[in-house]
C-alpha cells in the first residue's frame, strides 16, 4: 500500500511540477491584470492574424497528413513490397531531426535559389517567407502521427473481415468504408489529436520558412516569441493561452466523441 501511495505521489509531484504549474502559471499570469486586458491582447490585429494563420494552417496539415497517414499504414501493414522499412523510416523522419532540419530542408528545395524554387518563381508561385511554406512545415512536422497510430491497430485487427468482405463482393471501397475504417476509428483519432497539437504548436520549421513578416506569415507561436522580445508579457500570455485553450479543446472533442461512441 505503502509503495503504491509512493509511486503516485512521486507521478503526480513529476507532473505537477512539470506541467501543471507551468501551465497554471501562464492563466494565471494573463488574467491577473482582468479579462479585458487579456480580451484586448488577443483582439489586436496582429493577434487575430496569427490566429487564423494557424488555424489554416493547422486545418490544411491535418486534413492531409489524416489521409497520407491511412494511406501509408494500410500500406505498410497490408502490403509487402522493396524498400518498405524504408518508407517505414521516412515516415519517422520528423520525429528523428530537429524541426529546424525541416525548414532549412524546404528552403533548400523551394527557396529562391533551391531545386524547384526559381522554376517556381518564374510562373509567379512562392513558396518559401509566404504561407505555402508554412503549411509545408507544419505538414512535415507532423506527418508520422496517424500513421504510427493507425499501423497497429490494423496489424491488431488482422484481415480476415477484409477478406471475408471481398469474398461477397463488395468493392474496395465498400470495404474500406464499411470495415477497415470502423475498425481503426480509435486508433484514428488519437492520431488526428496528436497531428493537430503538434501542427498548432510547431515553431521551429515555421520560424525558419515564414519569414516572420508581422500580421502576413506570423503563426501563434511566432507571435508569442515576437510579443515576449517585445517585452509584451501580456500579450505573449495570452496567446499562449489561446494555444492551451486549442489543444485543450481537441482533447475534451476527442473524450466526447470517444464517450458517445461507448454510449
Request: hydrophobic letters at 55%; aromatic letters at 12%; glycine letters at 10%.
Amino acid at each position: 500500500m505503502k509503495t503504491r501511495l509512493t509511486l503516485r505521489t512521486l507521478a503526480l509531484g513529476y507532473l505537477g511540477f512539470l506541467i501543471i504549474l507551468p501551465v497554471a502559471s501562464i492563466f494565471w499570469f494573463t488574467f491577473s491584470d482582468g479579462l479585458g486586458t487579456f480580451w484586448s491582447s488577443v483582439t489586436e490585429p496582429d493577434a487575430v492574424s496569427a490566429f487564423y494563420l494557424t488555424l489554416i494552417a493547422a486545418g490544411v496539415a491535418v486534413a492531409a497528413n489524416t489521409v497520407f497517414g491511412v494511406l501509408c499504414a494500410i500500406v505498410l501493414v497490408r502490403h509487402r513490397f522493396p524498400g518498405k522499412r524504408i518508407l517505414g523510416a521516412l515516415t519517422d523522419l520528423p520525429l528523428a531531426v530537429s524541426p529546424v532540419i525541416i525548414g532549412l530542408a524546404l528552403i533548400l528545395v523551394y527557396g529562391s535559389g533551391g531545386w524547384f524554387g526559381g522554376w517556381l518563381a518564374e510562373r509567379g508561385i512562392l513558396i518559401i517567407f509566404s504561407i505555402p511554406g508554412i503549411i509545408l512545415a507544419t505538414i512535415f512536422a507532423s506527418l508520422p502521427f496517424v500513421v504510427r497510430e493507425v499501423a497497429p491497430v490494423l496489424r491488431e485487427v488482422g484481415i480476415e473481415q477484409e477478406q471475408a468482405s471481398s469474398t461477397l463482393g463488395a468493392s474496395p471501397w465498400q470495404t474500406f468504408w464499411l470495415i477497415t475504417l470502423p475498425s481503426i476509428r480509435h486508433g484514428l483519432t488519437y492520431g488526428v489529436v496528436l497531428t493537430t497539437a503538434r501542427a498548432l504548436g510547431e515553431f521551429g520549421a515555421v520560424a525558419v520558412v515564414s519569414g516572420r513578416i508581422i500580421g502576413r506569415t506570423e503563426t501563434l507561436t511566432l507571435h508569442v516569441e515576437d510579443r515576449f522580445l517585445a517585452f509584451d508579457l501580456t500579450g505573449a500570455y495570452a496567446a499562449s493561452v489561446v494555444l492551451a485553450l486549442l489543444a485543450l479543446g481537441t482533447l475534451f472533442a476527442m473524450n466526447f466523441f470517444n464517450r458517445e461512441e461507448k454510449a
